[in-house]
Nanobody, 129 residues
Framework: QLQIVESGGGLVQPGGSLRLSCTAS????????IGWFRQASGKEREGVSC???????KYSDSVKGRFTITRDNAKKTAYLQINSLKPEDTAVYYC???????????????????????WGQGTQVTVSS
């Protein structure tokens, strides 16, 4: 069964850090594009970061310099290291996978569902003192 599971969310104080994980089961990640998205209460889902098949990365302006995306194909897992957290980072964070991206060297943080084949259920990140 094809499945994506996110983990690592939680409650953290402003300025703190978390590492989110996105683990795939039922398929290999080697040829996949991976993206991280978030959705705050009452807002649309927004792209945060992505990593291409060849590990080229992209970040939204709001997280650039604070978030780092990596991948470990052997573990079928992608990570999102999030540092210097701010209250406005509070959201449910989702991982998405495109199993056969048309341009493997690149990735997109567009949340348009046509770009992505699988979505996880999300993990809550709450930044509050």
């Amino acid at each position: 069964q094809l499945q994506i599971v996110e983990s690592g969310g939680g409650l953290v104080q402003p300025g703190g850090s978390l590492r989110l994980s996105c683990t795939a089961s039922g398929f290999a990640l080697d040829g996949a594009m991976i993206g991280w998205f978030r959705q705050a209460s009452g807002k649309e889902r927004e792209g945060v970061s992505c990593i291409s098949v060849y590990s080229r990365t992209k970040y939204s302006d709001s997280v650039k310099g604070r978030f780092t995306i990596t991948r470990d194909n052997a573990k079928k897992t992608a990570y999102l290291q999030i540092n210097s957290l701010k209250p406005e980072d509070t959201a449910v964070y989702y991982c998405a996978i495109a199993s056969s991206p048309p341009l493997p060297a690149f990735c997109t943080i567009s949340a348009r569902r046509g770009h992505w084949d699988y979505w996880g259920q999300g993990t809550q990140v709450t930044v509050s003192s």
